[in-house]
């Protein structure tokens, strides 16, 4: 079983608690168990960081890492590339490495704010999308590809049911 590490910026558990009047720590931690689980990376420690920022500064990040000039809701640093996470997945040798540092995942709440009105989802259910999208990315998922992106937006679905908040009908 592994031992989650979270470096939670408290900025987004205070949105959400002002929000939604929601603790949304166990809910983040369900959200990584899962996905750590579809990948079968059972390793000792398992750490990640979450962090918000204003719109200003997601846009300069984009820009600098995506050559993309405009604000937007998440962006996803992983550490290990898919092939490498796929040799994660409950070898011998990966559980070697008593912990993994999967990367960063940088929210902007103010965008986050706006698509929840646009896509008409509420504020808990973007947050925890948004999580639950830059932590697939984290374990090599994309959705670039047609065949990646089925897959990816699989496992968020089944993420997000898992902790109450699935699918939006549009």
């Given at each position: 079983m592994n031992r989650i590490n979270i470096d939670l910026d408290e900025n987004l558990v205070k949105c959400i608690q002002d929000e939604c009047d929601k603790n949304i720590t166990q809910d983040?931690?369900?959200?990584?168990?899962?996905?750590?689980?579809?990948?079968?990376?059972?390793?000792?420690?398992v750490s990640i960081s979450i962090n918000a920022v204003d719109k200003e500064t997601i846009q300069k990040i984009n820009k600098e890492y995506r050559n993309i000039d405009k604000?937007?809701?998440?962006?996803?640093f992983p550490i290990f590339s898919r092939e490498e996470?796929?040799?994660?997945?409950?070898?011998e040798e990966s559980k070697k490495m008593k912990e993994i540092e999967l990367g960063d995942i940088i929210i902007c709440i103010d965008v986050l704010k706006e698509?929840?009105?646009?896509?008409?989802?509420?504020?808990l259910r973007e947050m925890l999308y948004m999580i639950t999208h830059g932590?697939?990315?984290?374990?090599?998922?994309?959705?670039?590809?047609?065949?990646?992106?089925?897959?990816?937006r699989a496992l968020e679905e089944k993420i997000l049911k898992k902790i109450g908040v699935g699918k939006i009908e549009e």
């Open positions: 983040i931690n369900v959200i990584v168990e899962t996905a750590l689980e579809e990948k079968n990376i059972d390793n000792e420690n604000a937007t809701d998440v962006l996803s996470i796929n040799c994660f997945s409950n070898t698509h929840a009105l646009e896509y008409n989802t509420g504020i932590v697939c990315h984290l374990l090599g998922y994309d959705h670039e590809i047609l065949e990646e992106k089925v897959e990816m």
